[in-house]
């Protein structure tokens, strides 16, 4: 660190040089975020300085944290549900899986994941002592119920649905897993980071949420397709009890226990994914998802009229081909599989699909 202070405006023409050098999202189809909606980022700028992690200090961000819980949970059809704004779809999926560890309490415990699910879950293992079981997916890349079913045994501790894969865009079985959790008295975790936000306002949506009796606990991240700043994700769960097995004694603050993993935490961000939801409404996220949907849609028929085969046909923004080349200038995404990815997110709008077709043209000519 420097002895001495520089100015201000060198700093910040220092900043500009850095930011400069980010790629513009122009370009960028590789992402699950976007950048936020005006209304989010104004929002964010008058909480800068506010703590959830001591909540009795800011009763009024606090207060717009429950919001957001209540406003998510009435879209999951649980008004009551309780939770808590993580940092995203990582925390969210570490803090169920924890709960569910408490919940189990069984000497070896393992927890059921689709092959296809994020890598958070093999850190939250790594992290909780948990056996990771990847259970197989079906042709479709839906995870297969019955191969959950076949690696269930009595130190199963939790199953995991996703909603939105992260590679190819599928949402699983969750009613078939919900019957499951049901059957064997598991604890069931939907991850819902990406998809929580698409899936609700698709025109036929598949169940996935706590109208399924079997669900225990949705992770969704408003910073993904719910066009806050970062970071923003919430943990919901199906009862208070459920978050407070998580709780440690916090004698200095000005409560008395947290059950959240991380101790100082942002109020900006949950305020500005508060902001939007509600100035967006469910008629706004609907024209954001239908546009997004429709983009995916054309991405994919404008690459097949190039003989470029389509990975999988996704049940929500995520396009993928059978192909290891892509179009120069663009920053796309591979899977596992070596599959090309592309996330129609907000900011790939209709111009940059046919932007990006077009040069597909010109490579794959
Ligand atoms: N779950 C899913 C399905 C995801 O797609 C992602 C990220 O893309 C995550 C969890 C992790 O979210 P984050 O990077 O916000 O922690």
């Known amino acids: ?28 189809l ?18 800068l300085e506010t703590n959830l992690g001591d909540p009795g200090l800011f009763p009024g961000t606090a207060q717009i944290e429950r919001e957001l819980v209540a406003l998510l949970g009435s879209l999951y059809h649980l008004p009551e549900a309780a939770g808590y704004a993580s940092s995203g779809g990582t925390e969210s999926n570490i803090q169920a899986l924890r709960i569910a560890k408490e919940q189990g309490r069984v000497a070896a415990p393992n927890v059921v994941v689709p092959s296809s699910s ?32 076949a690696l269930i045994d009595e130190s199963t501790v939790a199953l995991v649905g996703v909603v939105g894969t992260t590679e190819y865009g599928m949402v699983d079985p969750v009613a078939a897993l ?33 109208a399924l009796d079997g669900v225990s606990s949705i992770a969704v991240d408003p910073h993904k397709m719910g066009l806050s700043t970062i970071p923003a994700g919430c943990l919901l769960v199906r009862e208070p009890g459920l978050l407070e097995l998580l709780n440690v004694d916090t004698p200095y603050l000005s409560v008395r226990q947290e059950y959240t993993l991380a101790g100082t935490r942002p109020g900006a961000p949950v305020v500005g994914a508060y902001a939007v939801l509600e100035y967006l409404g ?16 054309r991405l994919i028929a404008g690459l097949e009229a190039l003989g470029i085969e389509r990975a999988a046909t ?3 923004n995520v396009a993928t081909f059978r192909t290891t080349s892509a179009p120069p200038g663009w920053r796309v995404s591979f899977t596992r599989e070596n599959d090309m990815r592309c996330v129609c997110m907000p900011h790939v709008s209709g111009d940059v699909v046919e932007r990006f077709i077009a040069s597909a043209e010109r490579h794959y000519a």
């Open 1 to 28: 660190m420097r002895e001495c202070g520089i100015p201000e405006e060198e700093i910040f023409a220092f900043l500009a040089g850095r930011k400069a050098e980010d790629l513009s999202h122009d370009t960028i």
């Open 30 to 47: 590789s992402s699950m975020c976007t950048p936020p909606h005006p209304v989010a980022a104004r929002a964010h700028m008058l909480f």
């Open 118 to 149: 994020h890598f958070s879950f093999e850190k939250a293992c790594r992290m909780l002592g948990l056996e990771l079981r990847k259970a197989p997916l079906d042709t479709d890349r839906r995870v297969d119920h019955a191969g959950v079913e």
């Open 178 to 210: 919900a019957r499951l959790a049901i059957e064997h008295d598991l604890f069931l975790h939907v991850d819902a980071a990406f998809g929580g936000l698409v899936v609700p306002f698709l025109l036929d949506p598949p169940d996935f949420d706590f």
């Open 282 to 297: 469910r008629e706004g996220m609907r024209a954001l998802v239908e546009g997004c949907m429709e983009n995916t849609r």
């Open 314 to 316: 996704p049940d929500v």
